[in-house]
C-alpha cells in the first residue's frame, strides 16, 4: 500500500512564498510521474502540475504557470512544489498523487491518478 503524505502548508500573505512536500512509502517511487491538485471551497478539485519519473519534464496549469515550480529527489521519494508569488485565488487544500502507470485520461485530470495524499492547507490572505 502507497502512502502519500503532503506537509508544507499555512497561511501566508499575497505575494509570499511556500514549498510543499510530499513523501511517498515504498520503494517504486522513482517508478511513477506524480501531480499537485487543490481543491478550493465549493469548487471541484483542479489540477496544479506534474512531472515525470525522472523529474526531466514538468506541465503546469496556466493560472499557475511562471509562479509554482515541481521537482521531485528520487533518493528522498519526494516530490515538492514551490509556489511563488501567491494570490488569495491559490487558498485552497492541496493534494499530491501517484500517476498511473496506464493513463486512463489525461494527465490533467483525476482518473489518472492512483493514489492520493490526505491534503495539506494553504491559505493566502489578500
Known amino acids: 500500500q502507497v502512502q502519500l503524505v503532503e506537509s508544507g502548508g499555512g497561511l501566508v500573505q499575497a505575494g509570499g512564498s511556500l514549498r510543499l512536500s510530499c513523501a511517498a512509502s515504498g520503494r517504486t517511487f522513482s517508478t511513477y510521474a506524480m501531480g499537485w491538485f487543490r481543491q478550493a471551497p465549493g469548487k471541484e478539485r483542479e489540477f496544479v502540475a506534474a512531472?515525470?519519473?525522472?523529474?526531466?519534464?514538468?506541465d503546469y496549469a496556466d493560472s499557475v504557470k511562471g509562479r509554482f515550480t515541481i521537482s521531485r529527489d528520487n533518493a528522498k521519494n519526494t516530490v515538492y512544489l514551490q509556489m511563488n508569488s501567491l494570490k488569495p485565488e491559490d487558498t485552497a487544500v492541496y493534494y499530491c498523487a501517484r500517476r498511473r502507470l496506464v493513463l486512463m485520461a489525461t494527465i490533467y485530470e483525476r482518473n489518472s491518478y492512483d493514489y492520493w495524499g490526505q491534503g495539506t492547507q494553504v491559505t493566502v490572505s489578500s
Open positions: 512531472i515525470s519519473r525522472s523529474g526531466s519534464s514538468t
